[in-house]
């Protein structure tokens, strides 16, 4: 992932590391191993553009409020750019850029005709009522209506936002063109376009990456202890298909607490958090007097003795700090940059294989294409044609990056880097520099 640094770096330094920080730091590791003119390294650097806008919303009580909005677009030399739009307090142009990065390098792990794009709107949307979410989402989409569209830019879900909202986004850019156009955002709900499995693609995907690592490293899956830390969509979806695969799940957490069963959890009765939020506490509640039973905290959880951890909370919760603790055979990384600059580089020397994210969660970006292609055919796939296509997606990409493992003796995060930029660089080759 990245260049190596001692690992006394200060905790201080490591957490202080933005996206976009680490998102360069990964595209410099990655060309040293990799045949590109450094010219192409240098524009990779930096975004195409990043907007910022101003929207504004009448609040309930009539006062009006005003939000600022962001839309990043890193690279288009592949085609449209691709990523998701986030409801956050902390969202920044300086965010959106290294997501924007990220997306782009995922986008051509798993070959698809993307570049990438990251934005959002710096708010809290647990302060908006359904019908502030709403008005928000249409004016921003206004905002965004010039930068935006199925051959220039076609956002998705991400923190803080979903399906409805992906719905209401492309009602109002339609309405501004005069005609219905889908293919505008994906995400969506399949009524109005969206593709069936989208939301379980991100965690279906990690868990056929945990699936191949383990059989990489000549495991059975029935034989294997999972830890994962976050039970959304990610992790829950992740967590079901390894148990149907006959893993057993012995912890899961939620923000506020995790639980531990060395015999295994049944996560098929634990609600993931889109069905009930902080439905891991209460499970726990309701599991008071069962010794067998162990409540943790989320810090715990991920030095647990497993043999396969998926961190698919939040990012950079395995840190310089925690490295060495992790006790797990193999990472799965079902988040976002859970793991920082200084983590990996620990992680590394210690030998522990870490199955990036831009390949573990591609899920996402990848039925998020199978939506487009629906959406510009005005065809829908089922459910069966989604998961087998995204399976095959899979299977490929891993293949090319467990090409480069083995080839090359590099892990996993920088021969996913090197298959990703040697494609990009490609194309720029191809296409060159104009004027």
């Not at 806008?53 to 085609?79: C, I, N």
């Not at 005005?378 to 399976?391: F, G, I, M």
């Not at 090319?400 to 490609?426: K, P, Q």
Request: net charge negative; glycine share 8%.
């Amino acid at each position: 992932m990245t260049t190596p640094s001692p690992a006394t770096e200060s905790t201080s330094e490591d957490d202080l590391d933005s996206a976009l920080v680490t998102a360069r730091r990964q595209l410099e590791r990655a060309a040293t191993h990799a045949d590109v003119d450094p010219g192409v390294v240098e524009r990779l650097k930096h975004p195409t553009r990043v907007q910022q806008v101003s929207v504004p919303l009448e609040r309930e009580d009539g006062t009006v409020e005003v939000f600022t909005g962001y839309r990043a677009q890193h690279d288009d030399v592949r085609g449209p750019y691709k990523g998701g739009l986030r409801y956050h307090p902390e969202v920044s142009a300086e965010e959106c850029t290294g997501l924007s990065m990220w997306m782009t390098w995922k986008c051509a792990v798993m070959d698809l005709p993307f570049g990438g794009g990251k934005g959002g709107i710096a708010v809290d949307p647990k302060s908006l009522t359904g019908e502030e979410t709403e008005r928000l989402t249409r004016r921003f989409a206004e905002e965004l209506r010039d930068a935006v569209g199925p051959t220039k830019d076609v956002p998705a879900p991400d923190m803080g936002t979903d399906a409805q909202t992906m719905a209401w986004f492309m009602d109002a850019y339609s309405m501004q063109q005069g005609e219905t156009i889908p293919g505008v955002v994906t995400g969506k709900p399949p009524v109005v376009g969206g593709s069936y499995g989208r939301e379980e693609a991100p965690g279906r995907s990690t868990a056929i990456a945990a699936r191949e690592a383990i059989q990489y490293y000549d495991r059975e899956v029935s034989e294997i202890t999972v830890a994962v830390q976050g039970f959304g969509s990610v992790g829950a979806n992740a967590a079901r298909l390894l148990h149907e695969w006959g893993a057993s799940i012995v912890a899961v957490s939620d923000v506020n607490s995790a639980l531990y069963d060395v015999d295994g959890l049944d996560v098929e009765a634990i609600p993931s958090h889109h069905e009930e939020p902080e439905a891991v506490t209460s499970f726990a509640n309701d599991l008071d007097g069962d010794d067998s039973v162990r409540r943790l905290s989320n810090a715990d959880l991920l030095e647990l003795d497993v043999d396969v951890l998926i961190p698919a909370a939040v990012g950079n919760v395995i840190t310089a700090d925690n490295a060495d603790a992790i006790a797990a055979d193999i990472v799965v990384e079902g988040a976002n940059g859970p793991t920082t600059f200084a983590a990996d580089t620990i992680l590394e020397e210690r030998d522990v294989p870490v199955i990036p994210d831009i390949l573990a969660n591609a899920g996402g970006v990848t039925v998020s294409y199978f939506e487009w292609l629906q959406d510009i055919n005005r065809r829908q796939w089922s459910l069966e044609r989604v998961n087998e296509e995204l399976e095959e997606h899979m299977l490929e990409a891993w293949d090319d990056v467990r090409a480069e493992v083995d080839a090359e003796g590099l892990t996993w995060r920088d021969a996913a880097y090197v298959v990703a930029l040697s494609r990009i660089a490609a194309a720029k080759e191809t296409r060159g520099l104009w004027p």
